[in-house]
T-cell receptor, first 110, second 113 residues
Framework: ELKVEQNPLFLSMQEGKNYTIYCNYS?????LYWYRQDPGKSLESLFV?????AVKQEGRLMASLDTKARLSTLHITAAVHDLSATYFC??????????FGTGTSLTVIP | KAGVTQTPRYLIKTRGQQVTLSCSPI?????VSWYQQTPGQGLQFLFE???????NKGNFPGRFSGRQFSNSRSEMNVSTLELGDSALYLC????????????FGPGTRLLVL
């Protein structure tokens, strides 16, 4: 069964601190996606990681992919309040179906 | 370009009724996928339509169905509603090439009483 697991599920961090969200998936995939969802809103695409070793950065967020370990990470640098949201990773398989992780609810405390 | 739009945004129904949700994709996008989001089960894939054909289907009962029109707009229908169908229903569109990033609409929040 295809599974995508994220940890932690909940993350409370102080402004200015660094932290990493982990995304593990159960079967091989060369594509991994990260999305952000604000409360009551829809999902916003953040990153698409297309190959082993891929690294993408946007502002204070950096995502990486290790297909051999079946692991993607989303690293937050010097967190600010505006980053408070729920972050989802999603795996794509050749059946053109996306499998989403459980989500990580991030709260940045001033 | 305008984003993905969904109507209605909020809906209240009672058990046993049926409901139809609508999704208009980004202009030029031919693929529309539907997802159900609940606190307990998270985001689950319902089905995907491409060029008016269902191309992929998740593990939902037959009460959940959909269709796509020639202008790529899609509708999702749920018959014989159950309490557990209360959820946020999201649609997402893409141009249709496998593995492309999907762009999500604002969702329709369905409450079944």
């Amino acid at each position: 069964e295809l599974k995508v697991e994220q940890n932690p599920l909940f993350l409370s961090m102080q402004e200015g601190k660094n932290y990493t969200i982990y995304c593990n998936y159960s079967t091989t995939s060369d594509r991994l996606y990260w999305y952000r969802q604000d409360p009551g809103k829809s999902l916003e695409s953040l990153f698409v990681l297309l190959s082993n070793g891929a690294v993408k950065q946007e502002g204070r967020l950096m995502a990486s992919l290790d297909t051999k370990a079946r692991l993607s990470t989303l690293h937050i640098t010097a967190a600010v309040h505006d980053l408070s949201a729920t972050y989802f990773c999603a795996r794509w398989d050749t059946g053109n179906q996306f499998y989403f992780g459980t989500g990580t609810s991030l709260t940045v405390i001033p | 370009k305008a984003g993905v739009t969904q109507t209605p945004r909020y809906l209240i129904k009672t058990r046993g009724q049926q409901v139809t949700l609508s999704c208009s994709p980004i202009s030029g996008h031919r693929s529309v996928s539907w997802y159900q989001q609940t606190p307990g089960q998270g985001l689950q894939f319902l089905f995907e339509y491409f060029s008016e054909t269902q191309r992929n289907k998740g593990n939902f009962p037959g009460r959940f169905s959909g269709r796509q029109f020639s202008n790529s707009r899609s509708e999702m229908n749920v018959s014989t509603l159950e309490l557990g169908d209360s959820a946020l229903y999201l649609c997402a569109s893409s141009e249709g090439r496998p593995g492309e990033t999907q762009y999500f609409g604002p969702g329709t929040r369905l409450l079944v009483l």
